[in-house]
């Protein structure tokens, strides 16, 4: 099983940014799908996840910003992010959560300057 996220880069404050995530291989019994991020210097934190079939729980801090979705036919997980803040920067991470094992991407880096 491999995650590859994708589409990070320097994006001015108020930009945005659409991550990729494609799934390789087979994952059964998934309990999440999910965007963390961990910024320079800090933990690595919760940004969105989809948690069963169609329940979303976002962090406070991206709220009406952000939106995450996933299209199984295409086995892609996608964080829309609009109005970027430079509190935003940080390495975000793809995961998935499963009866079988957690999973993570490579991380890509997101940098939003002020």
């Known amino acids: 099983v491999q995650l590859q996220a994708s589409g990070g880069g320097l994006v001015q404050t108020g930009g945005s940014l659409r991550l990729s995530c494609k799934v390789s291989?087979?994952?059964?019994?998934?309990?999440?799908v999910a965007w963390y991020r961990q910024p320079p210097g800090k933990q690595r934190e919760l940004v969105a996840k989809i948690t069963g079939p169609a329940t979303i729980t976002y962090a406070d801090s991206v709220k009406g910003r952000f939106t995450i979705s996933r299209d199984i036919a295409k086995r892609m997980v996608y964080l829309q992010m609009d109005d970027l803040k430079p509190e935003d920067t940080a390495v975000y991470y793809c995961?998935?959560?499963?009866?079988?094992?957690?999973?993570w991407g490579q991380g890509t880096q997101v940098t939003v300057s002020s």
């Open positions: 995961n998935i959560f499963s009866a079988g094992g957690n999973y």
């Open positions: 291989g087979t994952i059964n019994d998934i309990t999440t």
